[in-house]
């Protein structure tokens, strides 16, 4: 039954094969990673008018303007510096990569951290936003918004469990369809402006506050959110088809400009048209003062949310390919390394969305509430990997080396003023979760490393010690114990198979009564054998002590060098919810059975035939 | 970790020995088998002033003190029936028993069916009532019910897994408080009215419908919740101390006379005193109104607060035994036939807990609301415990048997009436999901006890069948299969192990390439062994289809009477987190070996030492 769910909603499994046609194009790959640093056009700007206006009134739009003119900057900056992170990491340039190998596992692991930290927020600002987008639009919607949310993040999660290329096909037409729609609003905008179109200027409350630089660098660091794509591009290089550092380049840099032209637009719009968001999304604000109630209205709120959806859809692309290479160095659970049967990482996916889910419901989907948490992680993480690459052009020197030196340089100086920035003044509205939580993920990091490389430590063997193995050479004696509730034909055929693996087997049984036990052993002496049976009482309605307290007595003589092997049954059932009918203490049994080194546990399965049959046909009982 | 935390919540394991220590005296279980029935004066009046005043207002009153006079009629009549079931059934005369024995299996397993979901009931009803009469006295928690509700339903699962003994000490003492304020209450109460006290008549809306009869039987289904306690008594009659049936007749006496004189008492005061229970507690304003804001109100409060949690209580000392004598004959899941650790029904436990808080929550913790599922189903077993104590009357006759027949067959009457007026006036109440589910879970109960059946015909073996068994003829041929990863420390234990328990052995693996192929071949012909070693590709990145179909192929040779044992290894960490970093795959892989009759999977053990030794110390790799 599971089975059959899963095929439906996941997709039947594809072969290994198939991982080379999974890849991007320039045409889809750019919708699907651009869309994470385009879409923060509808979170953004708004943001930072949510910081200033109720502070500074409507002055709030001239400084916005500015401020996105700071952010464009960082964006160019940043596009410049990782261009050059494609050309030196073909095989994908992670923060946690290029870290690692300049700057050492400490600092890698911190990036991969931040970083794993900021993809959980992109999926649940992304998913919040896109929802209030939409709230905005359709104010019906308003008091359903978490439940919308979380819906949005299960099918996202269904959807990337689907494998990836169908994944970006679905999401990639709307993409365009949102830049289209901004670009057409942004000059709709502009030409009636220029026709002399006046807006209606709302009413605006605030504390008249003096503009404190404080001021603007709050604003600043929920502006920031702006940049948080970028990364995902060059950590996705091996995802493009041949030659994939070209063809990132050239996402990366249509992106730049993409950002550029609509964030920039729309902070320009937004002074212009003098919106407040409070409560409602700017950018559906500004197409319906631009737009009025017509389709373009629609359009605009419709592509926005899209876009939002698939910036979270991003974060899928980038989260589980993150974790899979630090799984795969051993710093975190080796699961979240394999391909499922769709060739996605299903488990990194599972993860993503069920932390997101608790944020977004944690946060009751507010966007204001999860941009504090958000951007402090990915500029770590920018920072870490900009120093890196400095690190790496000091190093290797090459061809042209020192302004591709100054370049990142300037970008780690940048971005780590920017880390400060948003760590200051957004402590209090949540940076401080992320403040705890990294540290507390690198040091599992490197427990799990330990674990890992301490388990390789204990199974190597180097050639010689191979070489010198004697498998001819008895090492271990078998004896088996085969523990029976009662004569019938599992038992028996338990004792058959004991029969053909060993010449020293026991029979051994728990009784709660000497009425039973005497039961037991009369019918056991029916079977005329020589392998013995041993009885003994539990007071507890245990079988698992009494057992391992008779290995470890004298009457079983166990000797160094023997190799004690359980016999468990195991029903194997026709329907699965028969399942639910015998005891897992299967299990039980032989987790404890199996702390002990020189305990084998062999699971005998018994099959059963169909109910109905066997009650219908006795003469068809099975041997 | 689990376990500390367990021992924590649930206490440390009781032997077997404990549990004839674990029984009621009549002091300690008249409180915790009365409360059910004592505790219904909470809401049972309450729920029929309900349906009578938006009908016919101020009249409504005098109608309540007639239906209740009617409802401590039918109190008295099961009373002395249900004192003759303890005679008849000393080791606990459950509806179900009852009817199996005399009437047959289905009407058995109706009457279980129906019970069952009447113990879900009164865990939902007393819980949300409970917190409906606090919220009643303090109107500040008016928001918060549903979640005290659930908060509360957890802690009596917890108490409850602790075992019986204690919860019922714990319980014990408030139950007493209760009935002793009550009694105050109505004496109080009678005394200022003989006084000449005049109350305060509350302004009553009312639609004056005529007073028809079916208005009558609505108030009088609500009503007959008060009577849904009585069969936990004879049901619990083995939970008594010696002589247990003496001691479970005077609790069930005693419970009868508490319930006559409260349920009696607050009817006529509510009569006096002309409370309008509208979204608050009827018994918490009628204390308002006489003891106004004193300390005896707000006991009064409390106390009927801790008697409905005792309430739900009952129900947990009755549905585990319940399903535990349905589970041992077959009609339920058998584990819920075992006691766990403190003695007490855990799963059984964890069941209740689990429906009653999906109820609770569906319902808004509103007692208005799951009252109409309530009821019907305790006087479904009600009817058919009495019609098979006709039977047995009829059929074995014995002393006086004609006069006990009569009180029987009066009862069986009566309640198969009163099932008949619930199901048709509360039919679009909920009782319609009680008269779905119940049909439901017969079906359920009859499959499993079918599966039971056939697996027991499955393994069963005569005497005669067992002394014809010769052990000593070798029916199996045992041939290993020995899957490997690589050549390390784990795959030589597990090809010593193969060789003491066969002499014909393949080495197994699976490759994805030609490169890692070859690989480790070249090592594997450093064992110099003679096993032969099998390589596959695998296009799925999975080991259990290759190896399947390599033991179907020629290339294995497989032959009838070969039994095939497949060793996997298995990690055995130190510390529960590092479970998380090991693949279960093994257990996947074990189901899908499982499936085939003749192959056996022997689990071997590795135990990992501690990380930070095995690191620190390079002389002491586990061999």
């Known amino acids: 039954m599971f089975k059959r769910l899963k095929s439906i909603f996941i997709g039947r499994p594809l072969p290994n094969e198939a991982l080379a046609g999974e890849k991007y194009s320039v045409f ?78 400490i600092s890698g692991i911190t990036a991969g951290a931040a970083l794993s930290v900021d993809y959980i927020l992109t999926v649940a600002v992304s998913v919040s936003s896109g929802v209030e987008q939409m709230a905005t639009a359709f104010q019906f919607l308003k008091p359903y918004t978490v439940v919308i949310s979380v819906v949005l993040v299960i099918l996202l999660m269904i959807g990337n469990l689907r494998g990836i290329r169908e994944s970006s096909r679905i999401f990639s037409i709307p993409t365009y369809a949102f830049i289209f729609c901004i670009l057409a609003m942004i000059i709709t905008g502009f030409v009636r402006i220029a026709n002399g179109y006046v807006p209606t200027v709302p009413e605006i409350t605030s504390a008249a506050e003096p503009l404190t630089l404080l001021l603007m660098l709050r604003a600043f660091s929920n502006g920031c959110t702006a940049l948080t794509g970028i990364e995902a591009v060059s950590n996705a290089v091996p995802n493009f088809r041949d030659p994939a550092q070209k063809r990132a380049k050239t996402v990366l840099t249509l992106l730049a400009i993409i950002v550029l032209v609509l964030f920039g637009g729309t902070a320009v719009l937004a002074q212009f048209y003098h919106v407040v968001p409070v409560n409602n999304a700017m950018l559906v604000l500004i197409a319906g003062q631009i737009f009025g109630n017509t389709f373009m209205y629609y359009a605009v709120t419709v592509t926005t949310f899209v876009i939002l959806v698939m910036a979270a859809n991003t974060a899928y692309s980038g989260f589980p390919v993150l974790l899979s290479v630090m799984a795969k160095e051993g710093y975190a659970p080796r699961q979240l390394s394999m391909r499922g049967d769709r060739l996605s990482f299903g488990n990194g996916i599972l993860l993503l969305s069920s932390i997101a889910i608790v944020l977004i419901i944690a946060f009751s989907a507010k966007v204001s509430a999860l941009i504090g948490l958000y951007a402090i992680g990915v500029f770590t993480s920018f920072t870490l990997s900009q120093t890196g690459m400095l690190i790496k052009w000091i190093r290797h020197k090459g061809k042209r080396w020192l302004p591709k030196a100054i370049v990142n340089g300037l970008g780690a100086v940048v971005t780590a003023i920017v880390v400060v920035i948003i760590a200051i003044t957004k402590f209090n509205e949540g940076a401080y979760i992320v403040v705890i939580i990294v540290p507390i993920l690198i040091f599992l990091m490197l427990r799990v490393k330990r674990h890992y490389a301490a388990v390789q430590k204990q199974l190597r063997m180097t050639s010689e010690e191979i070489s010198a193995v004697d498998l001819e050479k008895a090492v271990y004696r078998n004896r088996v114990i085969v523990p029976i509730e009662n004569i019938n034909k599992a038992s028996i055929r338990a004792l058959r198979y ?28 029916l079977l005329d054998t020589d392998i013995p049976l041993i009885v003994k009482y539990s007071t507890y309605r245990k079988v698992v002590e009494p057992l391992l307290k008779f290995i470890e007595s004298t009457e079983f003589d166990y000797r160094k060098g023997d190799m004690i092997t359980v016999m468990l049954p195991q029903f194997v059932v026709r329907k699965w919810w028969q399942r639910l009918l015998h005891n897992n203490t299967r299990y039980f049994i032989e987790r404890q059975l199996l702390k002990h080194k020189h305990i084998v546990v062999a699971v005998m399965p018994l099959q059963l035939k169909d109910d109905k049959t066997v009650l219908k046909n006795d003469q068809k009982a099975p041997k």
């Open 498 to 525: 004991a029969k053909t693996i060993s010449d020293n087997i026991t029979a051994f049984t728990v009784a709660t009564d000497e009425e039973s036990a005497a039961r037991i052993r009369e019918k056991y002496a």
């Open 28 to 105: 889809w790959g750019l919708p699907i990673l651009a869309s994470d640093a385009v879409s923060s056009v509808a979170y953004a700007g708004q943001e930072m008018l949510l910081v200033l206006i109720p502070a500074i009134g409507v002055l709030a739009f001239g400084q916005l303007t500015l401020l996105s003119g700071v952010i464009i900057g960082l964006l160019v900056l940043l596009t410049i510096s990782y261009r050059q992170t494609i050309d030196s990491y073909p095989s994908g340039g992670g923060s946690f990569i290029v870290a690692k190998d300049n700057l050492g596992v």
